[in-house]
């Protein structure tokens, strides 16, 4: 009888911010792979989904952020990643780029939804710009 060894699954977690500001714009990093978008990355072991939204913006942006609140997921079913949502606002920091963004900036809220091209980066942003929270969508 041959025992298997139990291999947990491989999921990753991802945790992104939507930022505003006191002039209501939205914070964007230009990055070298996937042009704008809204700053965030892989939750770490051992680490909230709100402390990695935090870490990532400012390690991405330059920009120390406070969570409003959670806005919702958005599963990519086949590639078995689950990428979640905060509507965070800027407490401090200067827009900086790092070896993720090429650029970071502030920019009006139609203007950045035209900046924002890379598959449905723009309907996530947008998903959270809308009052229907939270949100759970699959693809």
Not at 7 to 24: C, F, G, L, R, W
Not at 36 to 63: C, F, H, N, Y
Not at 92 to 118: K, N, R
Request: hydrophobic content about 35%; overall charge negative.
């Amino acid at each position: 009888m041959t025992h298997q060894t139990y291999t947990p699954p491989k999921h990753i977690v991802s945790a992104a911010t939507i930022v505003i500001n006191d002039q209501e714009e939205i914070l964007l990093i230009k990055g070298p792979r996937r042009g704008w978008e809204m700053p965030g990355g892989q939750v770490e072991e051992g680490e909230s989904l709100k402390d990695a939204a935090i870490r990532e913006t400012k390690e991405e942006s330059g920009i120390d952020v406070e969570i409003v609140a959670f806005c919702g997921v958005f599963q990519n079913v086949k590639r078995s990643i689950c990428n979640t949502l905060f509507l965070a606002k800027s407490v401090g920091g200067e827009p900086t780029t790092s070896s993720e963004s090429l650029e970071v900036g502030f920019f009006p809220i139609d203007e950045a939804l035209e900046m924002v091209t890379h598959l449905n980066f723009r309907e996530r942003i947008e998903h959270c710009l809308n009052a229907q929270q939270p949100f759970y969508v699959e693809f």
